[in-house]
Every structure is written in structure tokens, then in C-alpha cells.
């Protein structure tokens, strides 16, 4: 890793050098667009002037952002992302771009209160010096692609991906991968903190959040701050019309700017896509989606006019894969309305689980329930199964069978169950299948996204 450049500023103040996270522009064009925004935030000028900013709205130099108690997301140019949390002040103080790296880039931003979490742009990627987040207590040099700020009269924060090393006036710490930090003052060494700092700070007790098939929100109910976008190479599990559900390895892939994946290339030339997404998802480090309504494009022709595709699509894990002893645990985050193989009919994806066994076991064990009604007889089943299977490489597969939860189901070929599917990320944290599961002509298909529950 090269080691980052940071400096402290006027006053005693300390700057977060920033190496992957915010692009900059040219001074007069837009630094980054709104993608999402509740509550009533505000973007003030260096006029003075303060706006409402909604989705679509654009952001630049001398902007500052206040979210109040809602929250804002930020996409900029190059395809990185901020998210900022409730009663939080983000300012973009000074934006140079020429729309390719010249070696005068920079970007200069001051995070005035409150929380962030950011995930790697490509320009911060191709220069990792000319950026700086200001606070007045700790240095930030990024070396990984996701982190947490959480700034008020201390700095903490947690690292989802990679690597970060944290400086001020009493010395620096590197904190690795699923790491968290604490930094009482400017002049107190930062430390590595026993809890993870989660965002965002704590809110009033609403009602539980509800999962929705589909929706880019995560465990706690919390809108997603960053997605998988443009060119990617992926793990792969789909399920399409015909005898056709498998998985695939590091191939490439295509994703649109709300995430929603548009192509796969299998070997044979890309398959494209060009209609609606269905049941759209994406955290970052893994997608899933249903396409249905057309025929695909490119190396091949799918007719998907009475069913559907389904996908789930995430980061290689590379050489982080676990090994040895260790178990990982998986809840389910989303995945697409599981459609019947006969017509095309939608059922509904109730629960998904999964325990992988790595190293010398190399094993996993599936569960999941889908609920369906039949909409010309109306009567409803519900369909629960267990299966095992075998992990190589990054993938895995397996069948099984028998009633996991309380469920009843029609036809005399037994209630059964194959998966196919793959890790994610950063020491295995995500794991998408795609599965099959019913009896006989009650057969249903589609595509689950799961996460790691006992990251070590």
C-alpha cells in the first residue's frame, strides 16, 4: 500500500484525506446528484441562498449540505457515492476536474457535524492524494473502498471493505476490514474500538422496518448507500424458462446507474436487457433483480413473456475466501418474487437461510419457504424445504427435501428443493442462490440475496 499524504490545517484543524471517495469537477458543473433524499434537507450556496434538495437535484463547489433529520445520498461523477445520515453538515469547498486525470485534480470537503459512509469513486482511485475531508479532531487516508465517519466531539467509525489509517497529533492507527475506531481529541492517539460504530446515530423508536422483496433497504430498515453500477465482474446465479438455473464464476457484467443489471456475458457474447427490473436490489456487493415482459437481446434470444429471469449477481471474494474451520452465517436481505415454472404465476419469498462450512468441509446447508396462491383456483400453499450441498471455489450447489417450516403442499412428487450460488465480498460476506422449490407441476423459481451474520 502506498502511504497517504496528510496535513494539518489552520487553527489546529486536521484534515480527512479522503483517497477514494469523492471525485471533483470543474468549478461550475455539477460534482454529484441527489439519488436520495427523505426528510426536508437543504443545500445552501456560497451566497447564502439555501434550496430544498430532492431527487435529481445537483450539488457543487461552495455547497453545503444539511440534512436535518432526514438523509441524503450523494452520486457523484465518477460512480462513487456519500451517504449522509440525519443531522449531518457536509460542505463541498473546492471541485478541479478536466473530465480525465491530468494531475491537477483535487477536491477539498469539510465534514462540519454529523455521519457518512462512502464507497471508492474512480477518480479517487487514480489519485489518492488530492482530497481532504476536514474535521477538527482526526486524518483519514482511505486504502480500501467502503468506511464510516461518525463526528460530533469525537471521531469513530467502522471499515466495511478494505483498509483505512486514521492520524492526528498523538499518532496514526491503520484499521483493517471490519474494524471500528475511536478518537477522543486532536491530540489522543485514535484506537481501535471493541464495538462496531454502526450509522446511523441514534434515532427515535419507530415501528420495525418491514422487508420488501426487492427494496434497497438493509437489515434495519435503512435505505442502501451504495450500488453496484457500469461494468462489473461478478459471481452469478440465475434461474430462467427451461431446465436452465445455474452459477457462474468472475464473469462480466453490465449494471445501469440505478443498479439494475443489464447484461452477462457467459463466454458465448453478452445477454442483454433492456426492459423492466422487477424486485430491483443492490447494496454494493451483490444485486438481484427479476427481468420479465420481453425477449433479451444480444448472444441470445429468452423469451420471458410468461416467465421470468432471475439473477443475483455480487463482488468476487478473491483471495480473502475464508478457509480453515470457519462457518458462515447467513440471513436473508432480499431476493426477486419467486415465479411458478409452469405460467409464469408470482408467489411470494417468505425466508431464506444459510450455513456454509468452508475449508476441509466444504459444505453448505439451504433453506427457504415461498408462500404461493394459484390465481385460477385460489387456493394457497406454502412450500418449505432444507437442502445440502457442496462449496468450490466461490460457488456452491446442492437439492434436498421435507418440510422445514409449517407448510402444506399439492401433487405427489414430494416438496423439494435445488439451489445453485455463490459468495460475495470481502471475507465471504454475501451469499446470493438462485433456487427451484415446490412439487410437481407447483414448481416454483428465483433468486435470494443473503449476508453474513458472524463476520469474524
Known sequence: MDEQRFRLGGRGVLMFAIAAGFPVIAHGAPAARVEF????????????????????????????????DGRVQLRFVDGAFVSLQPRSQFRIDEFRYNGRPDGNEKGFFSLLKGGLRTITGLVGRINKNAYQVNTAVATIGIRGTEYTINYGNSVSGSVGEGEIKVCNGGGCLNVMNGESYYVANADVRPQLADKKVDLPPQQPQNSPATLVQGENRDASGDPVSFILSGPQTVNLAYNKPGPSQRNDPAIPAVFDSSGALRSFDLGGGAITWSGPVY???????IAWGRWAGGVTGGAASISLTTDSLHYVAG???????????????????????????????A?????????????????????????????????ARTFGATG??????????????????????????????????????????????????????DTLRGAAALTRTNLP
Open 37 to 68: 433524499a427523505i426528510g426536508n434537507p437543504t443545500a445552501q450556496g456560497s451566497n447564502g441562498q439555501s434550496r430544498p434538495l430532492t431527487r435529481g437535484a445537483e450539488v457543487g463547489q461552495g455547497d453545503t449540505i444539511d440534512t436535518g
Open 279 to 285: 424486485e430491483q436490489g443492490n447494496d454494493g456487493v
Open 315 to 345: 463482488l468476487p471474494v478473491g483471495t480473502s475466501m475464508p478457509t480453515g474451520t470457519a462457518v458462515g452465517t447467513y440471513a436473508l436481505i432480499g431476493g426477486t418474487t419467486p415465479t411458478r415454472t409452469t405460467d409464469g404465476a
Open 347 to 379: 408467489g411470494a419469498l417468505d425466508a431464506a437461510s444459510l450455513t456454509a462450512y468452508f475449508g476441509a468441509n466444504a459444505s453448505v446447508e439451504a433453506a427457504v419457504k415461498v408462500s404461493f396462491t394459484d390465481p385460477t383456483t385460489g387456493v
Open 388 to 441: 445440502t450441498g457442496s462449496i468450490s471455489g466461490e460457488l456452491f450447489s446442492g437439492f434436498g427435501g421435507g418440510c422445514s417450516f409449517s407448510c402444506s403442499f399439492s401433487g405427489s412428487g414430494g416438496n423439494s428443493l435445488s439451489f445453485d450460488g455463490f459468495f460475495a465480498g470481502a471475507n465471504a460476506r454475501r451469499a446470493g442462490m438462485a433456487y427451484e422449490i415446490g412439487s410437481g407441476s
